[in-house]
């Protein structure tokens, strides 16, 4: 089982619509979660951080559960300029309390008009 | 200019032959990685470092070594290149293992 999973989509929905995406984690022990966006054939770049206690950026919101061990984006209204591939990134212990970012295989999305 | 940069940005070689991607900083950040990417596999971690002298294994490094010369780079070496190590290779930097940040990846073809 990988480390990280994310449903690979691709979710393609129209401008205005909210979009929801989920992200599940195997490791119990796993420490900061984080939402990376990534466009076509450019970098990833960091979207945000997840907490338990939700967080929220403009049209954005990502929650952790700890106790199903999973983490979600939310994104309302969306826009064209929201197509892209969304990472979630897991810090997993590698050796010895060493915690090291690991990534999902991205959900790709994409808005139409 | 970008603080994280990778050369070369695109690189077509043969099978069997040597070559090495790098990476330099201006973050000033300890802490470097190099992933490779493959479509619907996202990214994969190759090797990582926290400091000059230090050298950790990722989950797919055999095919692979890096050096960490000084803080500000680190290079990743192909020793002997293969068809299936076609992909696209970021380095990230982190000051403190948290957020990362990448350089603009390196597209490598195999042939």
């Known amino acids: 089982r990988k480390e990280v999973e994310q449903d690979p989509g691709p979710f393609n929905v129209p401008e205005g619509a909210t979009v929801a995406f989920n992200c599940t984690y195997s490791?119990?022990?796993?420490?900061?979660f984080f939402w990376y966006r990534q466009d076509c054939r450019k970098e990833p770049k960091l979207l945000m951080s997840?907490?338990?206690s939700g967080n929220e950026d403009g049209r954005f919101t990502a929650q952790l559960n700890r106790a199903s061990q999973y983490i979600s984006l939310l994104i309302r209204d969306s826009k064209l300029s929201d197509s892209a591939t969304y990472l979630c990134?897991?810090?997993?212990?590698?050796?010895?309390?060493?915690?090291?970012?690991?990534f999902g295989r991205g959900t790709s999305l994409i808005v139409h008009p | 200019d970008a603080d994280v940069t990778q050369t070369p940005r695109n690189r077509i070689t043969k099978t069997g032959k040597r070559i090495m991607l790098e990476c330099s900083q201006t973050?000033?950040?300890?802490?470097m990685y190099w992933y490779r990417q493959d479509p619907g596999l996202g990214l994969r971690l190759i090797y990582y470092?926290?400091?000059?002298?230090?050298?950790n294994k990722g989950e797919i490094s055999d095919g692979y070594s890096v050096s960490r010369q000084a803080q500000a780079k680190f290079s990743l070496s192909l020793e002997s290149a293969i068809p299936n190590q076609t992909a696209l290779y970021f380095c990230?930097?982190?000051?403190?293992?948290?957020?990362?940040?990448f350089g603009n990846g390196t597209r490598l073809t195999v042939t």
């Open positions: 990230a930097t982190s000051a403190d293992g948290q957020h990362l940040h």
């Open positions: 490791n119990s022990a796993s420490q900061s």
């Open positions: 997840v907490y338990s």
């Open positions: 990134v897991v810090k997993v212990d590698r050796s010895g309390g060493s915690y090291i970012p690991t």
């Open positions: 973050k000033g950040h300890d802490r």
């Open positions: 470092s926290f400091d000059v002298k230090d050298i």
